[in-house]
């Protein structure tokens, strides 16, 4: 069975979500340690209750960018990790970092990349009038918020929405797709061909979601 680390900031549902496909027997990994840069994560909590390692690394401790990321692969690197999750963890990473971890690093966005990287993706949906939006599971590369794509969901943006109402319709797609593309990696259904994601035959018309829900 694989190994996966998983790296958070804050809230932790997308860790939840991980985690209950695992208790439900639908993700066959090991989740090694759930790491935060934020001692205040819930996610850690959640980690802890669930009997997982859960550790903390304070990036204001750390002079520089790369000295932090140079301690936190040192954490990870403890579990000998087969995939780093990045589960909201709200931190911009190292060339260095991301080429360690080259092919066994994942992202979820709150958006439709290439669109909307960065943050407050839900706002500038709004504000762009856009009348789909989603989120996206991608490989990590050294560019914000963008990498080979693994799955994406696409829910339609109502003209009652608030940034609210928007980001939870979202981010229920994103408690479905993400467990959904961690289990690929794990089942050896996933390659990295020249840049892109190439899925198991069986798999290829599944690697989109298009949500209908209006609520
Ligand atoms: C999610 O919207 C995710 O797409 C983004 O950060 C948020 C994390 O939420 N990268 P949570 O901590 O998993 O609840």
Redesign the pocket.
């Known amino acids: 069975m694989k190994n996966i680390v998983i790296l ?8 939840e979500a991980l985690i209950a496909a695992r208790d439900a027997g639908n993700l066959p990994v090991n989740i090694a340690a759930v790491i935060s840069n934020r001692p205040e994560a819930m ?1 850690l909590e959640t980690a802890q209750k669930a009997g997982i390692a859960a550790h903390f690394i304070n990036h204001k401790a750390f002079s520089s960018r790369e000295a932090f990321d140079a301690a936190l692969a040192e954490c990870i690197d403890d579990f000998s990790p087969d995939l780093v999750v ?3 963890f ?1 931190r911009i990473l190292s060339e260095g970092f991301v080429r360690h971890y080259e092919g066994r690093l994942m ?4 958006s439709l990349l290439p669109s909307f990287p960065g943050l407050h993706t839900h706002q500038r949906a709004l504000e762009e009038g856009v009348r789909i939006h989603g ?1 996206t599971v991608h490989f990590v590369t050294p560019t914000l918020d963008h990498g080979p794509v693994i799955i994406q969901a696409a829910v339609p943006v109502l003209e009652s929405d608030s940034e609210d109402s928007l ?1 939870a319709r ?2 229920r797609q ?1 408690h479905l797709i993400y467990p959904q593309a961690v289990r690929w990696f794990a089942e050896d259904k996933l390659t990295l061909e020249n840049g892109r994601v190439r899925l198991a035959a069986e798999l290829a018309d599944h690697a989109v979601l298009i949500s209908p829900e209006i609520r």
């Not at 958070?8 to 860790?15: D, K, V, W, Y």
């Not at 992202?107 to 709150?110: A, V």
Request: charged share 10%; with cysteine.
């Open positions: 958070i900031s804050g809230r932790g549902s997308n860790l996610g990045l589960a909201g709200m992202n979820i966005h709150p989120c980001s979202v981010l994103e």
